[in-house]
């Protein structure tokens, strides 16, 4: 059996050769104006999918698909959650004897969902990584808007743990935590996390702000920049060289609900926090 034909057969159920021709018919007038149709796909195969066109059996590869992945890996894992779904394509290639038919859905576009910051979406993981799990959240829409690739980085889960069960070909429900600066979709399984990652919280780095103090159960004082993102003040030489004495003096006599003023340093991503400089005087070094 030819290369094509492996994947080109007739639907068992249409025995009646005039119908048949007439099925071919339809579909070699297609081809000729190049109409775009709808099909169906039946069936995962190595390198693309058997599909269902005009009553017919035909072949889409993964490279004519309206999308891209980097590697048939990607494909395999997520190619069995395609199957029953529908696209639009043309035929490129038609041959009567034997039976073959190619489809090309490449210039299948698709709208953008809207997606909603914090909502949960079932998503297929593709590949796993040491740094993480990229995920298709297309399969949560039944592929209406194609595909939509994020990445989980495993340093904003929840449970750590959950990455070492976590495997390629299956659906776990995510997070949708906004978009990075290369407007790539940002996937958490925690919404506090995310916004550590994904560059919300980068514009505060090199500001002064007013920071809200808050005593702890135990006494400690507790920093929070902007009312809500916890954050710390690390007393450190490098950061006041002449001044480490009064910097403890001054944070052991805070008082709750007090409001100081602290320039951002940077972010301690381990600790979902920011680092913060205490500016005990506008001169202090």
């Not at 109409?35 to 066109?53: C, S």
Request: overall charge positive; charged content about 25%; some cysteine.
């Amino acid at each position: 059996m030819s290369k094509t034909t492996e994947y080109i057969k007739i639907d068992a159920d249409s025995n009646d050769d005039d119908y048949l021709q007439r099925l071919l018919m339809n579909l070699k007038k297609a081809y000729a104006n190049q109409e775009r149709l709808t099909f169906r796909i039946v069936e995962a195969k190595a390198k693309g999918f058997t599909v269902k066109v005009g009553g017919l059996f035909a072949y889409v590869s993964f490279k004519q698909l309206s999308w891209s992945y980097p590697s048939l890996d990607y494909w395999h894992n997520v190619s069995n959650y395609l199957v029953g779904n529908y696209f639009r394509g043309t035929i490129y290639k038609f041959e009567e004897n034997p039976i073959s038919i190619h489809i090309d859905a490449t210039q299948q576009t698709f709208e953008y969902p809207k997606l909603m910051e914090g909502a949960r979406y079932r998503g297929v993981i593709l590949q796993k990584t040491k740094y993480g799990v990229f995920v298709d959240i297309g399969v949560h829409f039944k592929w209406k808007f194609g595909s939509i690739l994020g990445l989980i980085h495993k340093s904003t889960l929840v449970k750590e743990s959950d990455y070492d069960h976590w495997r390629e070909g299956k659906v776990i429900v995510v997070r949708f935590q906004g978009f990075n600066k290369d407007g790539h979709p940002q996937l958490r399984d925690n919404r506090d996390r995310g916004k550590w990652c994904n560059g919300e919280t980068d514009q505060l780095i090199g500001t002064i702000q007013n920071v809200s103090v808050v005593i702890g159960k135990e006494g400690q004082p507790e920093f929070y920049v902007l009312g809500k993102h916890k954050a710390i003040i690390p007393v450190r030489r490098e950061i006041y060289p002449n001044s480490i004495s009064r910097l403890k003096e001054f944070v052991y006599n805070l008082k709750d609900g007090e409001e100081i003023n602290c320039e951002v340093l940077g972010i301690n991503k381990r600790k979902d926090s920011f680092i913060l400089k205490l500016l005990l005087e506008p001169t202090d070094n």
